[in-house]
């Protein structure tokens, strides 16, 4: 069973920057793809990035991209979400997903993460 805990949540000004973490373990051998998600309430979750963690492969939703990176730390079994120049629509809970499948098209769909984390608060005030 895959356990991820997620870290690095905090309240920002529009415009400022936060890096998330989240820790995965096992993480070899046992995770292809680590995804995250945000969810505000009333909302249905919906995925902001993702990592194909064997390779170099990289998705972002549209509102992410261009502004947040997903990148991995094999040596910490981490996989970051670098959000910069925030704006007040990227408030929500930010938990992080893993498959044992590489990422591919269908890597926004909840059902393909086999394992979750219970989530970080990001809020960003204007």
């Known amino acids: 069973q895959v356990q991820l805990v997620e870290s690095g949540g905090a309240s920002v000004q529009a415009g400022g920057s936060l890096r998330l973490s989240c820790v995965v373990s096992p993480y070899m051998y046992t995770t292809n793809c680590v995804a995250w998600f945000r969810q505000v309430p009333g909302k249905e979750r919906e995925g902001v990035a993702a990592l194909y963690t064997s390779g170099t492969f990289t998705w972002y939703s549209d509102s992410a991209k261009g502004r947040f990176t997903i990148t991995q730390d094999n040596d910490k079994n981490t996989v970051y979400l670098h959000m910069n120049s925030l704006k007040v629509e990227d408030a929500g809970m930010y938990y992080c997903?893993?498959?044992?499948?590489?990422?591919?098209?269908?890597?926004?769909?909840?059902?393909?993460?086999?394992?979750w984390g219970h989530g970080t608060q990001v809020t960003v005030s204007s």
């Open positions: 997903a893993a498959a044992p499948l590489k990422c591919g098209s269908d890597w926004k769909q909840r059902d393909f993460y086999t394992s």
